[in-house]
């Protein structure tokens, strides 16, 4: 028996020294498959390993695709005189500069290339091609017939105060040192003026372009009262100060005087209260400089009027910046959480210019209101002036203001007598969850106004008298209306964009309908199953209709306002991007997991694709509720989808119920009062449908990947589906929402406001939390974050960290030092070490980890140092 034993034991010895490498090397591979979840049926020996593809994705870095990737839209700057515009076009071949004369359906170059280029040659005395023509700043001037442009040279001139930094002449008798590098110097700009009618180019030999506004300045719009905000209260000066700041800001000459006295920090007259964004050093340095309030002025210059928030009972927030030198600096701002009991109070003022008084309006309705001034829409042609001065909607003595109750149940519109100092409620919504809110349409100065509304289950737009009393329902309802373009008052016409109304068409494609106030002629104008983005005339006469789809190229074409095309304007050159090896993704539509709901999606695969193989499946999620992470038109390739893809992965974005607005109000409130859960239950079942429709997809190798809102989806899909998603990437996420800014979960998730005996008003809020389930976690997951996030800030990320400790579990963690909730500088890094992470725990490759150099990112950095 015991010889026998021993045989045995000798046997197995000379077995191992034999096969010893290649039995580990089988049990590595099955543990390696083992630990991203796969199922092996077939013995690992008779397979090479699999191995991610980082040479593809680097391809396609966002370095890379600057040189594959020109321009994908036509941007129209319309002129302020005639339907005419002009655009820039980059595609392969070079820039190309064109004005279109809508009315007349013409194309031509907005100038002469070859004689323009050659004269610009000789004058900067450098060389240039059609190719590579470095105009900068076109401008059109007097009646529009003639452009400036310039071209900033390699010629190193003088700044103009320099050469008084050494005397020239004590320095050479000082052992004939150099002084020149004590002297600054720029390179010089050449200005030129082009003839559009004559052909003609002119150099501006003593031309210099002067500022035509400043930052901090807020211009009154007959452009005589300059207002600015200085250690937290209001300034005005007139214009011959500013004239004088135009030159030099800090001029000790300049006459400047204050508005109001009682400004202080968190109860300021500036735009941003909270003071989020600036360190408490930089905080206290700026202070007595001048920044720009945010303010809306009457048409005729006589009043303006603005909210200033208090925010000194809001409790404070604080981050740090590790990294900055010489020692680390704390930002502290004011930061309201749900179920907060002090909240920013807002007060409604409007100041008479003429006496240099102000006056607060009793618009006070509900506890912990939220007021916001509704301004004049923008024209077509202001896009080019250096500055277009913020007005309010309505006439010289009155305007609109919605106020929302903090539950967003109640939303009024507020008509507001600037000389009476009165506001009267005229429209109001009503609703048992909350609600979105757009600013009125304004008809002739406010005698009528159209309101988009959501009370019927779809947002659609009414007609009102300017005392709030309903005419009729302008669009037919069924659809969803999304925003006003244009109102033409004279033939009492609405221009506005919508989605979900054409049969058969992915209901996020944006169309432009036109209709007339009375409900009736309703007409589509950019016809084609395509997603379109439009820039309309102010005429209201034509409109640049910008048109794809996430698999067709980008076009462009000018349209009249009857829908009929006038002519083809360009389309984008993806020629270098498919010579690389560029495929467009695949349009997917899937059923949620109620079985009834359509959801849509884009499926990205490896451009390298083998049907015969089996794929990994990554869903990028993002659960709304304001947007769905998928695209509709074509873009540039992503990091989270098309790049990721690339590596060896099949990445599937799809929407889930209560994710979009953009369809109707019930999907929209699917998830109101379940924020954590209600999207999940929808993207198991996108992957598993998926996965039975095409057989190239591992169904036992599912993923997951979001950014703020995603990579809280992310952490809760893996916690809440532990056995179905084995690798999770969850980046920045808001974990516990309890600690989120208030709006956004008290809108989303709800908040009950009640009211005492005494008639005091208080607001409750509970919401599920991912710390509360980390301790679910079966799989890999990678948690990231900026370490100075002041949206969603790290203690989200931190939370779920400590969770995951007192559970024992093991995760990975990178912290981004100096990063804000996006990753600035460092999107590059955290791109490969996403990368990484799927290569390890869903590929099985683990060569690239293992490397302590980023080969793929150094060699991007290099050409990007070119």
């Given at each position: ?8 034991l ?5 077995l ?12 590595n591979r ?12 077939q013995p690992?020996?008779?397979?090479s ?29 319309w ?6 515009f ?6 392969s071949?070079?820039k ?6 809508a ?13 323009v ?5 000789e ?10 023509f470095?105009?900068d ?6 009646n529009e ?11 190193d001139?003088l ?14 008798n000082?052992g ?11 390179k ?11 052909d003609q180019?002119?150099e ?5 372009r ?12 007959d ?8 250690h937290?209260n209001?300034y ?12 030099n800001?800090k ?19 500036g ?6 964004g ?10 007595d ?31 740090v ?18 179920g ?6 807002y ?5 008479d ?5 102000q ?12 007021l ?5 829409p ?24 919605t106020r ?21 409620s ?22 009528e ?8 289950g ?18 037919p ?18 221009y ?12 996020y494609?944006?169309?432009?309908y036109?209709i007339?106030?009375?409900g ?15 820039s309309?005339?102010?005429s209201?006469?034509y ?7 996430v ?21 984008a ?8 090896g ?5 349009i ?16 990205y ?11 990994p499946l ?10 769905e992470?998928?695209?509709t ?7 989270r ?11 599937l ?26 999207g ?6 996108a ?8 057989n190239y ?13 995603g ?25 516990d929402?309890r600690?989120?800014?208030?709006w956004?979960?008290?809108?989303h ?5 009640k ?15 991912n710390?509360?389930i980390a301790?679910?976690?079966k ?12 949206n969603?800030?790290?203690a ?15 995760f ?19 791109f ?12 099985g490759d683990?060569t690239?980890?293992?490397q ?5 990112a ?8 070119d």
């Amino acid at each position: 028996m015991n010889r026998t034993i021993g045989l045995f034991l000798k046997t197995a010895l000379g077995l191992y020294l034999c096969f010893g490498f290649s039995f580990n090397l089988q049990i590595n591979r099955a543990t390696a498959q083992q630990l991203s979840g796969g199922h092996s049926t077939q013995p690992q020996l008779q397979q090479s390993p699999a191995k991610a593809n980082y040479a593809l994705a680097a391809k396609f870095s966002p370095e890379r695709q600057r040189r594959m990737i020109f321009s994908t839209r036509v941007s129209p700057h319309w002129l302020q005189k005639g339907d005419r515009f002009w655009y820039q076009f980059e595609t392969s071949q070079g820039k190309k500069w064109y004005l279109v004369d809508a009315a007349q359906a013409t194309k031509r170059p907005l100038f002469d290339e070859k004689k323009v280029i050659a004269k610009v040659s000789e004058i900067v005395e450098e060389p240039f091609t059609a190719q590579h023509f470095p105009i900068d700043s076109v401008e059109f001037l007097e009646n529009e017939n003639a452009i400036r442009f310039q071209i900033k040279s390699k010629k190193d001139v003088l700044d103009q105060d320099s050469s008084n930094i050494k005397d020239s002449s004590k320095t050479r008798n000082k052992g004939n040192r150099d002084n020149t590098k004590d002297q600054k110097t720029h390179k010089k700009v050449y200005y030129f003026r082009y003839d559009i009618g004559q052909d003609q180019l002119t150099e501006l030999k003593d031309y210099k372009r002067r500022k035509e506004t400043l930052r901090w300045a807020n211009i009154s719009p007959d452009g005589k009262t300059i207002v600015f905000v200085k250690h937290y209260n209001l300034y005005w000066m007139d214009r011959e100060n500013f004239e004088k700041a135009l030159i030099n800001d800090k001029d000790s000459t300049i006459v400047e005087h204050p508005i109001t006295k009682d400004g202080e920090l968190y109860y300021t007259y500036g735009r941003n209260a909270s003071n989020i964004g600036t360190d408490n050093v930089e905080m206290e340095k700026d202070k007595d400089k001048r920044s720009r309030p945010y303010l809306l002025w009457s048409p005729d210059s006589k009043y303006f009027a603005m909210t200033r928030e208090d925010d000194r009972k809001v409790s404070k927030l604080w981050v740090v910046h590790n990294i900055k030198e010489p020692r680390p600096t704390l930002e502290t701002y004011a930061y309201s959480m749900p179920g907060d009991t002090a909240l920013s109070i807002y007060h409604l003022l409007v100041f008479d210019v003429n006496t240099k008084t102000q006056r607060e309006i009793d618009a006070h309705a509900y506890k912990d209101q939220t007021l916001g001034i509704q301004g004049k829409p923008y024209q077509s042609a202001d896009r080019d002036k250096p500055y277009v001065p913020l007005i309010w909607s309505g006439d010289a003595t009155h305007f609109y203001v919605t106020r929302q109750s903090r539950d967003m149940k109640k939303i009024d519109v507020l008509k507001v007598d600037a000389v009476a100092g009165s506001a009267t409620s005229i429209i109001q919504e009503r609703m048992n969850t909350s609600q979105e809110a757009q600013n009125v349409g304004v008809i002739n100065g406010g005698k009528e106004l159209i309101e988009w509304s959501e009370r019927s289950g779809w947002a659609q737009f009414y007609l009102y008298d300017g005392q709030g009393n309903l005419k009729n329902q302008i669009t037919p309802g069924g659809f969803h209306c999304n925003s006003i373009e244009k109102i033409d008052e004279a033939n009492r016409v609405l221009y506005f964009t919508a989605n979900a109304k054409e049969t058969g068409e992915n209901p996020y494609y944006m169309h432009l309908y036109r209709i007339n106030f009375d409900g009736t002629g309703l007409q589509l104008l950019d016809k084609g199953n395509f997603d379109h983005d439009i820039s309309m005339s102010d005429s209201k006469k034509y409109f640049v209709d910008n048109y794809s789809r996430v698999n067709t190229v980008p076009s462009a074409v000018l349209v009249n306002n009857q829908g009929k095309k006038v002519m083809e304007l360009d389309s984008a050159d993806l020629s270098q991007l498919f010579a690389a090896g560029y495929k467009f993704p695949e349009i997917v539509k899937v059923k949620a997991a109620d079985g009834i709901t359509d959801l849509y999606g884009v499926m990205y695969k490896p451009f390298d694709f083998d049907s015969t193989k089996k794929y990994p499946l990554v869903e990028y999620v993002y659960p709304g509720p304001q947007t769905e992470a998928v695209q509709t038109a074509f873009t540039r390739l992503s990091d989270r989808t098309d790049r990721l893809a690339q590596i060896g992965l099949i990445v599937l974005t799809v929407g889930n119920r209560g994710g979009s607005p953009l369809r109707s109000k019930w999907y929209h409130n699917y998830g109101y009062g379940n924020l954590r859960d209600y999207g999940l239950a929808d993207k198991k079942a996108a992957a598993e449908q998926i996965a039975d429709r095409f057989n190239y997809i591992d169904i036992n190798k599912v993923g997951i990947y979001g950014h703020s809102g995603g990579g809280f989806m992310t952490a809760a899909a893996m916690f809440t589906y532990p056995d179905f998603f084995k690798v999770g990437v969850s980046s920045s996420g808001n974990h516990d929402n309890r600690i989120y800014n208030n709006w956004w979960s008290e809108k989303h998730h709800g908040i009950t406001e009640k009211i005492n005996a005494k008639g005091d008003t208080s607001f409750v809020f509970k919401i599920a939390t991912n710390p509360e389930i980390a301790s679910h976690l079966k799989g890999h997951l990678l948690l990231t974050t900026g370490d100075v996030d002041d949206n969603v800030h790290p203690a989200n990320t931190i939370r779920v960290v400590n969770a995951l400790i007192k559970a024992n579990k093991r995760f990975d963690l990178v912290v981004l030092p100096g990063q804000r909730h996006a990753y600035g500088d460092m999107e590059e890094y955290f791109f490969w070490r996403l990368a990484d992470y799927y290569s390890q725990w869903l590929i099985g490759d683990f060569t690239h980890a293992a490397q302590v150099d980023m080969v793929q990112a150094n060699q991007d950095k290099a050409l990007s140092d070119d």
